[in-house]
């Protein structure tokens, strides 16, 4: 019996040693996992502050240009779209130090005291004056001077931008402001700018009935022609400017003594197209003898 009692008691010492090892075992294991868990953690932090570091480097690398495909047919709609939006770009495709004529005056604009020149893109339409029906279908991957310009009617002066294609890539070259009364269009902005802004005026210089070109409302590839009275006119012409016209000459002359003018008006992103022509008349006056508007 006193045999028995101390096998069991013996039996009960290894089992605890036992289990008390095993205790011990899972407790080191759990230990060893969690500083394996731990581990990536601080990897991650390393990690991130390579990351921020590598974008501190990027970001003071300046590309000399941004990606723009050039080829020897580079679109000058597209060109000049992204050149009045992105100053690196537009900087990379002006030739420094920039000619600037100021009527009479020559000048050179460096490039630290260059500002930004957003031209039209911030306007919810640009203007094109032509001189003709065939301007209408001009063609820019065949040219290689093409100018932009403004001109202002109240302060009777036009700034006119000159792009050179150079190597497949359109370059600013040179900037001119003059007095529009060097300019033979005198004579029609003088006219425009009053019709635009007096509705009595304007009254008096539209044909009745007026031509009227549109698209069909239930099918954009159809056309309308059909005629306007005055009133009409009135509710379905668009806003006219009355300060200034944006203009881009595609390598064509411009007639300046031509008895017809179009003015288009041109939505950037938004469909927007109308087309207005004028004619000027035997008794020397201006009238607006056809509206088209092919929006869509």
């Known amino acids: 019996m006193r045999y028995k009692r101390k096998k069991i008691a013996y039996f009960a010492t290894m089992y605890k040693k036992i289990f008390f ?11 060893g996992n969690k500083k394996k868990e731990v581990e990536p953690v601080v990897a991650t932090d390393v990690t991130v502050d390579s990351i921020e570091f590598v974008e501190d480097t990027i970001l003071l ?16 709609d597209d060109f000049i779209y992204i050149f009045a939006s992105d100053t690196a770009f537009q900087c990379s495709r002006i030739v420094f130090p920039l ?15 260059w500002a930004h020149d957003t031209l039209f893109v911030k306007q919810t339409y640009y203007t094109l004056l032509l001189d003709s029906e065939k301007e209408m279908e001009h063609n820019d991957d065949s040219q290689t001077s093409i100018q932009v310009e403004w001109i202002y ?19 600013l070259e ?12 005198a004579g029609f902005v003088d006219f425009f700018v009053r019709f635009a802004g007096d509705s009595l005026y304007q009254m008096k210089h539209i044909r009745e009935p007026l031509k009227f070109v549109t698209t069909d409302p239930d099918n954009d590839f159809n056309i309308i022609e059909t005629t306007l009275d005055t009133e009409q006119w009135f509710a ?9 016209l944006s203009n881009i000459i595609y390598g064509y002359e411009t007639i300046d003594e ?39």
């Not at 090892?21 to 230990?31: G, I, K, P, Q, Y």
């Not at 379905?236 to 200034?244: I, R, T």
């Not at 008895?259 to 004619?279: A, P």
């Not at 008349?281 to 508007?293: A, I, S």
Request: hydrophobic fraction near 35%; charged fraction near 30%; aromatic fraction near 14%.
């Open 61 to 76: 690398i300046e590309p000399a240009e941004p990606a723009f495909p050039v080829t020897s047919a580079e679109s000058f």
């Open 99 to 113: 000619p600037y004529y100021e009527e009479d005056t020559p000048l050179k604009i460096e490039k630290k005291d």
């Open 21 to 31: 090892s095993a205790v011990v075992f899972l407790v080191l294991f759990s230990c």
């Open 153 to 171: 009617m109240k302060t009777h002066k036009v700034k006119k931008y000159y792009f050179e294609r150079v190597n497949g890539r359109w370059m």
């Open 174 to 185: 040179a900037i001119n402001l003059h007095p529009i009364e060097k300019d033979e269009r």
């Open 236 to 244: 379905f012409k668009p806003v006219l400017p009355g300060d200034k």
């Open 258 to 296: 031509t008895s017809c003018k179009i003015l288009q008006l041109k939505g950037i992103g938004n469909g927007f197209l109308n087309t207005l022509f004028f004619r000027h008349k035997p008794n020397g006056k201006w009238e607006l003898y056809k509206f088209e508007d092919t929006s869509n």
